[in-house]
């Protein structure tokens, strides 16, 4: 990477000639160790990282080993290191060996001295593509050199410079949502960056003959902040604004449902959206749907249809739901136990609009009985559960099983639905 | 720039931390380690002898950390800082749109601030812990070398391992209180609020408590809003919980209903509605002029002062509110304009994080109104 010297080597020369005891130690350094490095030019270089353990460093190099010595015992952090030795972020000025913004402190890092050079390490890697300004300051050595600063910009690669992520789907995907949709899901084709969906996602209700006329509906997003990232951050949850959902509260009264039965609406995702290398989205995503009747009664179990494997078998148990259940939730909601009460391995598929859970085993069915297991915090994407709609007036509330029932553990709390698996 | 402890209080309390209990010594059943590995660090508070409570979201832990002898050392107080965001992605070797702050806690004991950090985007954005002290210096905390306990919270059990499971979980805020560290959450799955509690040394995390509301705007009964905001409360001489909710009900709990034995379900006390679409993001609690007052910060309704004189006898609020706000009364503080963190510095100032002309977040220190 860049270096520059600004004459120090002929400074250095004359600064020996007048110190006759440096000299001499400089001699007796070198004889007595045959590796220990010659005064030469500063070398101000960016050393990529070399693995996982090995951060990007920045090395000093062109220094005696007399000089090395006397800085070997300082401490890796100690204060006055960023006079000797100072990282900041940005170009700097170039030239004349100023840095381009001095009331900006100094990258945090860990300093070192190896057996020809000072390193410096900063607390959280550098970011690639970004610019340091680096300037090593001789006249701070122990003994000090009357020498200019030597200055240097660095950088390490840019990771990507082209815009690559897409929307690759959005949950829940049928034509027709209720109403009182309350949670829906945006799914990546790659790590996103910290960006709160409500900055880049529009609800836009379409009208007119062709649906070309566009109207925002302001307001219809959970003001939250909060990271509803996942932890991959490919996929982020949006939750309309309950309070806007919900019937009969001052939100609803005042400014109604953010959807409306009978009306066509697009979820318009802008790609100013930036994925994790800060790259905007590849391009605009457009997801079309029409809001239907609201659903706000809670999930019975007994409207599901178990289509049940032969014994004996891999085949899929399938479970058909009359209405689509949450495509985030169901993943860890529903399992099947045998008898003994053994969690049955094997892969699960959301089908037909998360209308269909399957599970494939990975050992054959044994006849017997078996257990559907349905977590109590499963939701469809109204947030209606088991047995208890999203909203229960207070004379109605007699199910004492609601998530995070104090006493007892959630798993105890699971319903189970039996089904027997018999001969082919 | 204001130091509000003098230095012969530092001095006296320089003394008397030999003798207090640190965390190594007084955690009887998790032993205390070093180097604790944090993925994330979300909401801080600090507790008893200098404990400083610290929530890791992704990792669904909360740790308590012994700062040791990086929470001394600076000049006392907290002195302002301009653009505070910019200063720390320059320390932390990047640029302000790369530092998400995620709280902001006083240290009692030397009335330093301590600005919790994830730095980065992504996946990869890691955490970072960084003091403010009396003279505007700004050290970066080496978690590495500090001595913690944690315990994690209760995760939802997920029934079969082979689905891909992409929740997560957002610790909202954490609290100690009468031998117990509260902290309060939501997730991007489940429309769930939950308020968890566990003793304190930890031992090992309850099943955790979740509490009903009646929303009082709501006239349903909501039994699933998320917490973001609480503050352990004495009313009479019986300990509470004052939650704060989105779209903003203050409800009251008593601990004494919040038994993880109870078996039922807790229906909490909504005792004031101070209108929609907004979050709540800290409460403190301070005296002024011989009376006691909640200042709570909101993200698009500013900050609100609540006196507590009517808590223990407010009027529940079951019925729907006819407008906007309802319950306690409250007042306005206009003059603490785009708070975005709040805890109490002393006992006449604040100290907040707030919008910055220049973009980023400005560290001021602010008169109790």
Not at chain 1, 193 to 217: H, M, Q, Y
Request: with cysteine; net charge neutral.
């Amino acid at each position: 990477m860049g270096t520059r010297n600004d004459g120090a080597g002929t400074r250095r020369a004359a600064l020996l000639h007048r110190l006759p005891a440096f000299r001499v130690l400089l001699l007796f350094t070198l004889a007595g160790c045959a590796r220990a490095p010659e005064p030469g030019p500063i070398q101000i270089t960016l050393h990529p990282a070399a693995s996982r353990a090995q951060a990007a460093y920045v090395s000093v190099s062109g220094l005696s080993a007399a000089e090395l010595s006397g800085l070997r015992q300082r401490a890796s952090t100690d204060a006055t290191w960023p006079a000797l030795l100072k990282v900041t972020v940005g170009e700097g000025s170039g030239g004349d060996g100023h840095l381009a913004d001095d009331s900006l402190p100094a990258v945090q890092g860990r300093y070192a001295v190896t057996e020809s050079a000072i390193t410096f390490t900063p607390l959280f890697p550098f970011d690639p593509g970004r610019p340091y300004q680096i300037a090593f300051d001789p006249s701070r050595l122990p003994r000090p050199r009357q020498a200019a600063i030597v200055a240097a910009a660095v950088r390490l690669p840019a990771v990507a410079t082209e815009p690559s992520t897409v929307v690759t789907a959005v949950h829940p995907a049928g034509d027709v949502v209720p109403e009182n949709l309350l949670r829906v899901y945006i799914e990546f084709s790659a790590p996103m960056g910290n960006g709160a969906g409500l900055d880049f996602v529009k609800l836009v209700e379409l009208s007119g003959p062709d649906g070309g006329t566009e109207r925002v509906e302001s307001g219809a997003f959970l003001p939250v902040e909060a990271n509803f990232w996942s932890p991959d951050h490919t996929r982020y949850t949006l939750f309309f604004d309950p309070g806007r959902v919900k019937e009969g509260i001052f939100p609803n009264r005042q400014s109604g449902r953010p959807l409306k039965a009978g009306h066509r609406y697009v979820l318009d995702i802008a790609p100013e959206w930036t994925d994790a290398h800060g790259q905007p989205l590849l391009a605009r995503y457009r997801h079309a749907f029409r809001a239907g009747p609201a659903v706000d009664e809670p999930i019975a179990l007994s409207d599901w249809t178990i289509t049940r494997p032969a014994a004996g078998t891999r085949g899929r148990l399938a479970v058909r739901f009359p209405r689509s259940l949450d495509h985030g939730i169901l993943v860890r909601a529903l399992g099947v136990e045998a008898a003994d009460g053994t969690r049955i391995q094997g892969e699960i598929a959301l089908e037909a609009h998360d209308t269909v859970w399957s599970l494939t085993p990975v050992a054959p069915w044994q006849t017997g009985e078996y257990n559907l297991v349905a977590q109590p915090f499963l939701e469809d994407p109204q947030g209606n559960q088991i047995g208890r709609a999203f909203e229960v007036f207070a004379n109605e509330l007699k199910d004492d099983r609601a998530p995070g029932s104090a006493g007892k553990p959630e798993a105890d709390l699971a319903y189970r639905v039996r089904f027997t698996v018999g001969a082919p | 720039m204001r130091s509000s402890v003098k230095i012969a209080a530092v001095l006296a309390f320089v003394a008397l931390t030999a003798y207090l209990p640190t965390v190594a010594t007084v955690s009887t059943r998790v032993a205390a380690a070093a180097g604790p590995e944090l993925q994330s660090i979300g909401p801080l508070s600090f507790g008893p002898a200098g404990v400083l409570y610290a929530a890791d979201s992704l990792a669904g832990k909360i740790y308590a950390l012994d700062l040791g002898t990086q929470a001394t050392g600076g000049a006392p107080g907290t002195a302002n800082v301009a653009n505070i965001t910019q200063k720390i992605a320059a320390m932390l070797g990047t640029d302000a749109l790369q530092v998400n702050v995620t709280d902001l806690a006083v240290d009692a004991r030397t009335h330093n601030s301590f600005v919790a950090i994830m730095r980065g985007q992504g996946p990869d954005a890691r955490p970072a812990l960084l003091r403010v002290d009396g003279a505007g210096k700004i050290t970066t905390i080496d978690t590495s070398a500090l001595q913690f306990t944690s315990v994690d919270l209760p995760n939802l059990p997920a029934a079969n391992a082979q689905g891909r499971n992409q929740r997560a979980q957002a610790i909202t805020q954490v609290k100690y209180a009468n031998g117990r560290v509260w902290a309060s959450g939501l997730s991007n799955e489940e429309f769930a609020s939950k308020l968890w509690s566990v003793a304190y040394p930890f031992a090992k995390a309850d099943a955790g408590t979740s509490v009903e509301i009646y929303h009082g705007n709501h006239q349903q009964l909501e039994t699933r809003a998320p917490m973001y905001a609480f503050i352990p409360y004495s009313i009479g001489n019986e300990p509470y919980v004052i939650g704060a909710y989105l779209c903003t009900p203050l409800v009251k709990f008593p601990v004494s209903a919040l038994k993880p034995a109870s078996g039922k379900p807790y229906r909490g006390t909504t005792i004031g509605e101070f209108g929609a679409g907004s979050r709540p993001i800290d409460m403190i609690l301070y005296k002024k002029n011989g009376k006691e007052f909640l200042l709570m910060a909101n993200t698009t309704r500013g900050v609100m002062k609540i006196p507590t004189e009517g808590f223990g006898t407010a009027a529940p609020i079951t019925m729907p509110v006819t407008s906007e706000t309802g319950g306690v009364p409250f007042e306005k503080v206009p003059s603490m304009a785009r708070v975005q963190q709040l805890d109490l510095l002393d006992a006449t100032h604040s100290v907040v994080l707030a919008g910055s002309n220049a973009g980023g977040l400005d560290l001021q220190a602010v008169e109790l109104p």
